[in-house]
T-cell receptor, first 110, second 108 residues
């Protein structure tokens, strides 16, 4: 039972580079979301999706894009990485408020 | 104003003490109330989940929700060093809103 799988676990990027964080779930949940977690800030919602083909912005969407072509996958794209995007990123899949999180991606932008 | 405000920590207690964690929320449309536990360098994991006002117990953990005052609490009885973690409250209408988290250390 995989649950929510995030890749990669660690990544170092140079300023201006782009990359995609992958997220996949096998629980057939409609709702998926991406958060970033910074010290003292808790989990801040970046983007979310209520089903395939439907996405919306969260609290801190600037610099990130998402798409949801299938129920299972919800990738997060950094268009042009900036040092301010150094953070730990979590993908979550949920149903009726009960969320399951991936193990996180630790991203450093230098 | 954040939708969910959580009492700031950190909190340090001796083993066996009762840990009390509190949050307030602003949106009366929230229907689901959760507490997540997060160990260092791990993803959050669901600890308690309630739908309505009142108390819910699960072993040493009790979650309280008071919808009239928009207040949610988590109590940990007979705390153990293994309870040392960051605890995040969360509420949901169709999307989750999290508090900032309280780091708890239980001293042996």
């Amino acid at each position: 039972n995989a649950g929510v799988t995030q890749t990669p676990k660690f990544q170092v990027l140079k300023t201006g580079q782009s990359m995609t964080l992958q997220c996949a779930q096998d629980m057939n949940h409609e709702y998926m979301s991406w958060y970033r977690q910074d010290p003292g800030m808790g989990l801040r919602l970046i983007h979310y999706s209520v089903g395939a083909g439907i996405t919306d912005q969260g609290e801190v969407p600037n610099g990130y894009n998402v798409s949801r072509s299938t129920t299972e996958d919800f990738p997060l794209r950094l268009l042009s990485a900036a040092p301010s995007q150094t953070s730990v990123y979590f993908c979550a899949s949920s149903r009726e408020g009960e969320a399951f999180f991936g193990q996180g991606t630790r991203l450093t932008v230098v | 104003q954040k939708e969910v405000e959580q009492d700031p920590g950190p909190l340090s207690v001796p083993e066996g003490a009762i840990v009390s964690l509190n949050c307030t929320y602003s949106n009366s449309a929230f229907q689901y109330f959760m507490w997540y536990r997060q160990y260092s360098r791990k993803g959050p994991e669901l600890l308690m989940y309630t739908y309505s006002s009142g108390n819910k117990e699960d072993g040493r953990f009790t979650a309280q929700v008071d919808k009239s005052s928009k207040y949610i609490s988590l109590f940990i009885r007979d705390s153990q060093p293994s309870d040392s973690a960051t605890y995040l409250c969360a509420t949901s209408d169709y999307k989750l809103s999290f508090g900032a988290g309280t780091t708890v250390t239980v001293r042996a």
